[in-house]
T-cell receptor, first 113, second 116 residues
Framework: DQQVKQNSPSLSVQEGRISILNCDYT??????FLWYKKYPAEGPTFLIS?????DKNEDGRFTVFLNKSAKHLSLHIVPSQPGDSAVYFC????????????FGGGTRLMVKP | NAGVTQTPKFQVLKTGQSMTLQCAQD?????MYWYRQDPGMGLRLIYY???????DKGEVPNGYNVSRLNKREFSLRLESAAPSQTSVYFC???????????????FGNGTRLTVT
């Protein structure tokens, strides 16, 4: 059973608009959440993270929101740019799982010019 | 700045053949990891090495072995490849415990392995 789920395999957005990528989790022991971006034929690169003691973290055009009661996090990209077109993975770390990150299945974002 | 380097980039094996995937990092990171990526499954941890001299199983270790050769290098071996091991394999490193503040994973560009 997947503990981290990204229920939308793909998302298409017009350039300049907001992109919202969603992620749900089931493990209440997760205490740190990360988003990674992946271009074709490259490895994932770290984008932004949030600790479970916060509900929002912002870095330029990227903002991550965490709703612990709903076990839901989202990544907002404003404004979206064609270069943002990639696969986005959310990941979570459990307090008692040491070095293990649990990843979601990914969402492919396409930003149309 | 090479970061994390994986070799080879592509490999085709026949069932039962063996091979070793190589990984090296030049960031002086303590921890290294091997993940596999399958469609819709995200990245799943195969093995990791929290520090030089230690290795531990991840979520999907069966059919694999690893060696932390030194601080820079972490190899993944398939002793008898099976079609279920067809996947994209990523090596990663981090300064400290994965996912902790200021210690994100840094990934290589992957090895695409096909087992026929």
């Amino acid at each position: 059973d997947q503990q981290v789920k990204q229920n939308s395999p793909s998302l298409s957005v017009q350039e300049g608009r907001i992109s919202i990528l969603n992620c749900d989790y089931t493990n209440s022991m997760f205490d740190y959440f990360l988003w990674y971006k992946k271009y074709p034929a490259e490895g994932p690169t770290f984008l932004i993270s949030i600790s479970s003691i916060k509900d929002k973290n912002e870095d330029g055009r990227f903002t991550v929101f965490l709703n612990k009661s709903a076990k839901h996090l989202s990544l907002h990209i404003v404004p979206s740019q064609p270069g943002d077109s990639a696969v986005y993975f959310c990941a979570a770390r459990s307090q008692n799982a040491g070095n293990m990150l649990t990843f979601g299945g990914g969402t492919r974002l396409m930003v149309k010019p | 700045n090479a970061g994390v380097t994986q070799t080879p980039k592509f490999q085709v094996l026949k069932t039962g053949q063996s091979m070793t995937l190589q990984c090296a990092q030049d960031m002086n990171h303590n921890s290294m990891y091997w993940y596999r990526q399958d469609p819709g499954m995200g990245l799943r941890l195969i093995y990791y090495s929290a520090s030089e001299g230690t290795t531990d199983k991840g979520e999907v270790p069966n059919g694999y072995n690893v060696s932390r050769l030194n601080k820079r290098e972490f190899s993944l071996r398939l002793e008898s490849a099976a079609p279920s091991q067809t996947s994209v394999y990523f090596c990663a490193s981090s300064e400290a415990v994965a996912g902790t503040y200021n210690s994100p994973l840094h990934f290589g560009n992957g090895t695409r392995l096909t087992v026929t």
